[in-house]
């Protein structure tokens, strides 16, 4: 059996504008790329007849698994496959905003886009996900567009530690996008022009790359998730008043994850002790490059 690294993504910034025709979101987002956290055991097996072998352990999927479908995908490009055994020991709770379903599936097709030479077309990875193909691109951070799949590659901002925290607060993408358009009818939140999210991320950007101190960094789904829990406001008034040697601190993609970044590991680790001893919430927490 080979292992692959998968990796999860978080949103720097995120801003939502309005649904398109198809009801999803065009979005403006500086993606980042932490880990890996889950490994992909593959082992290409014997004989041309046979099913393939999926097993996700720890953590229950629902639904069709994604290394199921980026299979399907490859086979129905035409990629001559043979049956596959794929395990993975999850880790990441489903569904946290730090699209590691998606990192499983991008690490499967980036296995196979290897061995077997493919030129996968961006475009076709984003109808089988939206960040996949920042996923697949080469950097650790980008700018991204459209829904997610339009990307400018940056210099990948290296020498920060982000403290992940994953709280046990469920809402679904579907949810929180829904919950944000409602907001927006009652005159509750405001969309920023797609210019301007442009700009405040590249800005942002570059203050990350200096190192400098930002704080709260944007993300329209703030104040849905805030709603859900306290833990939120708890969470972000600790980044603000105790973890002086923060950079900057938010939300990843639609929750539930938040994050805080730090320059220094051990300052990391050492949040990391206080989120979980001061922060009345089951939450998995993790120290990640
Ligand atoms: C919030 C983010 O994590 C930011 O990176 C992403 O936009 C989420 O994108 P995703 O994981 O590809 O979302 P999916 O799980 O495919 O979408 C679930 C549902 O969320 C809504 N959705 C999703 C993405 C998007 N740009 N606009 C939407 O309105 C749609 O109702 C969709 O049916
Ligand atoms: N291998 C897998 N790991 C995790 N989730 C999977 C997997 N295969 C399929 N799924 C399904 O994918 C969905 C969640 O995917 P993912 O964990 O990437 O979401 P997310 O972190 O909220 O991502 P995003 O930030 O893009 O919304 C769930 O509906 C889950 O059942």
Request: charge should be neutral.
């Amino acid at each position: 059996m080979i292992y692959i690294p998968s990796y999860i993504k978080i949103n720097l910034t995120l801003r939502v504008f309005v649904p398109r025709d198809d009801g999803y979101h065009e979005i403006s987002t500086l993606f980042h790329k932490l880990g890996p956290i889950e490994w992909l055991g593959i082992r290409r097996l014997n004989g041309s007849n046979r099913d393939d072998i999926i097993n996700s352990h720890n953590i229950e999927i629902s639904g069709t698994n994604i290394i199921s479908r980026a299979i399907e995908f490859l086979r129905s490009k035409s990629v001559k496959l043979p049956p596959i055994e794929c395990n993975i020991w999850k880790v990441l709770p489903v569904g946290s905003g730090i699209g590691a379903g998606s990192g499983n599936g991008a690490a499967l097709l980036e296995w196979a886009s290897t061995i077997y030479d493919l030129i996968l077309d961006p475009a076709e990875l984003a109808k089988f996900g939206a960040d996949i193909p920042f996923f697949l691109s080469k950097t650790k951070t980008a700018l991204a567009t459209g829904v997610g799949e339009r990307l400018k590659l940056l210099d990948p901002l290296t020498g920060i530690y982000a403290l992940l925290a994953i709280p046990n607060i469920k809402i679904s993408t579907a949810e929180a996008y829904r919950e944000l358009d409602e907001s927006r009818k009652r005159g509750e939140a405001e969309i920023v022009p797609v210019s301007f999210a442009i700009y405040e991320a590249l800005n942002l950007y570059a203050d990350l790359e200096k190192k400098r101190r930002i704080g709260f960094l944007p993300n329209d789904f703030v104040a849905v998730l805030r709603k859900k829990s306290d833990f939120y406001d708890g969470f972000f008034d600790l980044c603000n008043s105790t973890f002086n040697n923060s950079l900057a601190w938010g939300l990843s993609g639609s929750g539930s994850s938040v994050f805080c970044l730090f320059t220094d590991k051990h300052e990391a680790i050492k949040a990391q002790e206080l989120v979980s001893s001061k922060l009345e919430c089951d939450c998995k927490t993790f120290v990640l490059e």
